[in-house]
């Protein structure tokens, strides 16, 4: 048994994985003067948040590679900036078409009039007070996302006055925002829109934020609540934001675990953690895969809950319902990542050129039949031949990405279905099939792309499983749906990061308030355990 964390001196807390939640619960639980040390089973940390050298000369941001939801509280706690964390905005959205110069909207109001005007001066005059409405929900929402998930069961005074404040907030919405709040939580995100909007070309890549992560279509009920989560973005104070971090978002990660340090806390790359040691119902360390055991008052899983209960403690440790209710937790991952090294700039034929129209995400998203027929090939087991893209040119926002003339894409795809039909073990052989689908649907907008490629990342659900941790390769650590969602993430009862197991808690994404690289389930979740005196 190693000295360090040994019954005699165990650590206050030990976190499993150097996911950017596990890292900032760290960060939280050192900065209160707590011993605590993470366990990252990989080379380096940030688990999906992560920017890697493949090809020399190149970084991609590997997994994740926008940031928006990153909790304004937790850069200023944590002082993430003199720790190098630098994020760019987002300038713009762009939706190519193979026909025509597709659609740019833009930050400024009025150059995003005369865009839209172009399809439809109905929608021109509409998008503003949709962007009002919405944001006014999202101001309603946000406040969920910062503090613990609310428990209508429960008498205790501190919960009673949160879901007492929870309904006056609700009321002084009005009639009208009240109203639109029910409709996002039924409709799906096309349906949604077209009570807003006629342009079918404006209502496709608007939609796409309501099928991030989930095993849904742009027609699926449910989908219009997925686009306001996404639609709370927020950087620097700035809402409806979306920015790169230099360095790609590895960067956020690094600025994250260079805090942690700061406090004091001690991080572990290449240490995969074997199994929770549990003695007689509580949590007492982890035992590593090389045999070392390391001990610890407190244990805290960064990683998805299925991993977390049915691989590191078992069933055997768990109340019969509740381990019933971890297998039933959806993830169903949808997605892969195509990440691409450049010799030179292609253009777009609709828009030639590197402009500013190319310093934001490109969503290939020409119609909304197009995207749910996308989504039709992934319902019956096969990946999308012609997918939804999204894309981004990390090299224009951050020059030190690619060699000088060089750009490097970093394309998100869907649909990608985890259990495709020949079963999830046959993805590898399908790997390189997926990328060519990928790179053939870009061709058609980018001529000379094929040409232009030096070296191709592909990843899909499998390996995301395989590499990351990701169950199914879901990269919310579970789905967004409305089921899976405040007190029933992951498992109505249990969703205040506690667990069945004494001292065992949760920390990241399938915890409350879900995916994205908001930081806000290791913050939140650090707060509750030094609140209670867990840790």
């Known amino acids: 048994m190693s000295t360090l964390g040994s019954k005699s001196n165990p650590y206050d807390a030990i976190i499993i994985g150097a996911g950017h939640n596990g890292l900032v619960c760290a960060a939280y639980l050192a900065k209160a003067g707590r011993k605590v040390l993470v366990l990252e089973r ?7 948040a992560v920017s890697e050298s493949l090809y020399p000369g190149f970084t991609y941001s590997v997994c994740s590679y926008v940031v928006s939801l990153l909790r304004p509280w937790i850069v200023r706690d944590l002082e993430l900036v003199k720790h190098g964390l630098n994020i760019v905005p987002l300038e713009c959205s762009y939706t190519p078409q193979l026909e025509g110069p597709g659609l740019c909207r833009w930050p400024d109001p009025d150059k995003n009039r005369r865009e839209i005007a172009r399809l439809s001066p109905k929608d021109a005059d ?15 929402v946000k406040p969920f996302i910062d503090s613990p998930a609310p428990d209508p069961l429960s008498l205790n005074p501190k919960d009673l006055w949160q879901l007492l404040g929870m309904g006056k907030a609700f009321r002084e919405l009005g009639d009208d925002l009240t109203a639109l709040q029910f409709k996002l939580t039924t409709m799906s995100g096309v349906d949604f829109l077209r009570e807003w909007f006629e342009s079918d070309e404006l209502i496709a890549p608007m939609s796409c934020s309501g099928i991030i992560g989930t095993f849904l279509g742009v027609k699926s009920p449910g989908t219009a609540y997925v686009l306001l989560h996404h639609y709370m973005g927020e950087i620097d104070g700035s809402s409806r934001a979306w920015g790169f971090a230099v360095g790609g978002t590895g960067a956020i990660s690094e600025s994250i675990a260079s805090s942690a340090r700061s406090f004091g806390a001690e991080i572990r790359c290449e240490a995969p953690v074997s199994r929770v040691l549990i003695d007689r119902g509580s949590a007492t360390g982890v035992v590593l895969e090389d045999g070392d055991e390391l001990c610890a008052r407190t244990v805290i899983s960064g990683c998805e809950p299925r991993l977390t209960f049915n691989k590191f403690v078992g069933a055997e440790h768990l109340p019969s319902e509740f381990a019933t209710q971890v297998d039933r937790y959806k993830c ?14 292609v253009d777009f034929t609709g828009r030639p050129g590197d402009g500013m129209h190319m310093r934001g995400d490109i969503a290939i998203a020409p119609s909304t039949d197009y995207l749910e027929r996308a989504y039709d090939e992934a319902k019956y087991g096969d990946f999308s031949k012609r997918p939804y893209i999204n894309l981004v040119f990390p090299s224009l926002l951050d020059r030190g990405m690619a060699p000088p003339g060089k750009h490097v894409m970093s394309c998100f795809v869907q649909y990608a279905p985890y259990d495709i039909s020949e079963g999830p073990e046959h993805w590898p ?14 061709a058609e907008y980018m001529p000379g792309l094929k040409d232009a490629i030096l070296h191709r990342q592909v990843l899909t659900p499998w390996d995301l499983e395989q590499d990351f941790g990701l169950t199914e390769g879901n990269i919310f650590h579970g789905e967004l749906g409305l089921e899976q969602l405040l007190f029933q993430r992951p498992v109505a009862g ?13 920390c990241g994404s399938g915890a409350h308030p879900g995916g994205g690289i908001m930081g806000a389930p290791g913050g939140i979740a650090a707060r509750e355990m030094l609140k209670a005196g867990a840790v």
């Open 42 to 48: 990989r080379h380096l940390v940030g688990g999906a």
């Open 126 to 140: 509409t998008y503003p007070e949709f962007g009002r409405a919405v944001g006014r929900l999202s101001r309603f």
């Open 332 to 345: 169903r991952g949808s997605s892969g990542k195509v990440n691409i090294a450049l010799d030179r700039w």
């Open 429 to 442: 052989a399908k790997r390189e099939a997926f990328g060519d689908a990928v790179v053939d649907t870009l």
């Open 494 to 506: 249990w969703a205040r990061y506690k667990t069945p197991v004494r001292n065992l808690w949760l």
